[in-house]
């Protein structure tokens, strides 16, 4: 079975600070892997994905994530968040043999003006 | 294009009563799936539906639990008799192909008290 952590359950960083947030997934095969964000009353929204190809992955509002095969990871980064990003993410994975997303636990972001 | 549609947004129902969940999908998806997060835990798959068909119902916690999709248009989620430990976010998604995309809705929020 595949599961997913996210190391980083609240993080508070300044604005213009740079961001990145772990997350680890086990399965040994072909993954799809997502990150999530749903800010305050809002639905849940994909920042980007990954599927082949380039293993850096840019999204949306800025955000960026790599895959390493290696080390199972698929890490969010921004390089300058903004009092709007303050919201929960999650990452996420499907395989080619399961379609329904596998969710890490979340992190909540609150960044400080 | 409208999103995916779940209502109520929230409801509060005394234990032992029956409620049920709707979540209209973007017209066209025939993936649906369910996920439930209950407070500070991680979104749990619950089931997933090609058109009317269950594919996988392998998160579903127990048999008081029961999804339906009539004419593979919207999908229902009854919870009969419902107990405490059934309080949470349920989310709705649907997708068109299965695999890469997913679109969410903003979710029910029960509360069994």
């Known amino acids: 079975a595949q599961s997913v952590s996210q190391h980083n359950h609240h993080v508070i960083l300044s604005e213009a600070a740079s961001l990145e947030l772990g997350c680890n997934y086990s399965y040994g095969g072909t993954v799809n892997l997502f990150w999530y964000v749903q800010y305050p009353g809002q639905h849940l929204q994909l920042l980007l994905k990954?599927?082949?190809?380039?293993?850096l992955v840019k999204g949306i509002k800025g955000f960026e994530a790599e895959f390493i095969k290696s080390k199972f990871s698929f890490n969010l980064r921004k390089p300058s968040v903004q009092w709007s990003d303050t919201a929960e993410y999650f990452c996420?994975?499907?395989?080619?043999?399961?379609?329904?997303?596998?969710f890490g636990s979340g992190t909540r972001l609150q960044v400080q003006p | 294009e409208a999103g995916v549609t779940q209502f109520p947004s929230h409801s509060v129902i005394e234990k032992g009563q029956t409620v049920t969940l709707r979540c209209d999908p973007i017209s066209g998806h025939d993936n649906l799936y369910w996920y439930r997060r209950v407070m500070g835990k991680e979104i749990k798959f619950l089931l997933h539906?090609?058109?009317?068909?269950?594919?996988?119902e392998s998160g579903m916690p127990n048999n008081r639990f029961l999804a339906e999709r009539t004419g593979g248009t919207y999908s229902t989620l009854k919870v009969q008799p419902a107990e405490l430990e059934d309080s949470g976010v349920y989310f709705c998604?649907?997708?068109?192909?299965?695999?890469?995309?997913?679109?969410f809705g903003s979710g029910t929020r029960l509360t069994v008290v």
């Open positions: 539906f090609v058109k009317e068909s269950k594919q996988d």
């Open positions: 998604a649907s997708s068109q192909d299965g695999y890469y995309g997913y679109t």
């Open positions: 996420a994975v499907t395989n080619t043999g399961r379609r329904a997303l596998t």
């Open positions: 990954y599927f082949s190809g380039d293993p």
